[in-house]
């Protein structure tokens, strides 16, 4: 079973999506997704 990471927007912080992080994977992942709260497409970071 995969482990799942948490992804947070950057501006507001808010707490949006959930990704399977492999296990290879030794960086933090960004990726740019839809904030509902900012109402914009807005870069996300992994939090831990």
Same mark, same amino acid.
């Given at each position: 079973? !995969? ?11 808010? =707490?949006?999506?959930?990704?399977? *992080? ?5 960086? =933090? ?6 904030? !509902?709260?900012?109402? !914009?497409?807005? *870069? ?5």
């Amino acid at each position: 079973m !995969a482990k799942k990471t948490v992804l947070s927007c950057v501006q507001c912080g808010n =707490r949006n999506y959930t990704i399977p *992080l492999s296990k290879e994977n030794v960086i =933090r992942v960004e990726r740019k997704k839809y904030c !509902a709260h900012c109402n !914009a497409h807005t *870069l996300h970071k992994q939090t831990l």
